[in-house]
């Protein structure tokens, strides 16, 4: 049965430090990960998905590696924002349906 | 666009009353899903979807049930509500998966249910 495990659970930081999210699964078999954003109260926003094929991905300030054969990924987020505060969900996708994680809860103050 | 809808954002039960959790999406996605958010935990997939008139358990179904009649609405239903069905319920949506498996889900703004 596929885990997903998020580490840390919650993290404090300064604004404009660089930080590294990091999430791991049990199961090497996907077919894509995915990280997502969750602000409080609201839904999920899709940040980067990388394919089973790929190694990184990237967007802005975020990017996100892939390393099936150790079952790891990391959401990297450089010079961090105040607005960048949220809960941080790895998913992983096989046979369809998506794993979650637990999330990391992440603070950036001023 | 509106994206995934969710009805009611909110809803207080009382034990052994039902309910039902509407899902809507305008962009003609096939595949439609439920998920519960319990505090301080990840996702769990109650139902899916692949298309009108077909669904299929996720990881969590017991006390609850879907249908699937068009491809805009996926209702999720709680015949009997237990407080341990108290938790925020996502619905989302997706395209078919192709052999690339490259597309993400796209997620409504959730229902807090909350059952006493």
């Known amino acids: 049965k596929q885990e997903v495990t998020q580490i840390p659970a919650a993290l404090s930081v300064p604004e404009g430090e660089n930080l590294v999210l990091n999430c791991s699964f049990t199961?090497?078999?996907?077919?894509?990960l995915q990280w997502f954003r969750q602000d409080p109260g609201k839904g999920l926003t899709s940040l980067l998905l990388i394919q089973s094929s790929q190694r990184e991905q990237t967007s802005g300030r975020l990017n996100a590696s892939l390393d099936k054969s150790s079952g790891r990924s990391t959401l990297y987020i450089a010079a961090s924002q105040p607005g960048d505060s949220a809960t941080y969900l790895c998913?992983?996708?096989?046979?369809?349906?998506?794993?979650f994680g637990t999330g990391t809860r992440l603070q950036v103050f001023p | 666009n509106a994206g995934v809808t969710q009805t009611p954002k909110f809803r207080i039960l009382k034990i052994g009353q039902s309910m039902t959790l509407q899902c809507a999406q305008d962009m003609n996605h096939n595949y439609m899903y439920w998920y519960r958010q319990d505090p301080g935990m990840g996702l769990k997939l109650i139902y899916y979807s692949v298309g009108a008139g077909i669904t299929d358990k996720g990881e969590v179904p017991n006390g609850y049930n879907v249908s699937r009649s068009t491809t805009e609405d996926f209702p999720l239903r709680l015949e009997l509500a237990a407080p341990s069905q108290t938790s925020v319920y996502f619905c989302?949506?997706?395209?078919?998966?192709?052999?690339?498996?490259?597309?993400?889900?796209?997620f409504g703004p959730g229902t807090r249910l909350t059952v006493l």
């Open positions: 989302a949506s997706s395209y078919p998966r192709p052999a690339s498996k490259t597309d993400t889900q796209y």
């Open positions: 998913a992983v996708d096989n046979t369809d349906k998506l794993i």
């Open positions: 199961d090497s078999a996907i077919y894509n």
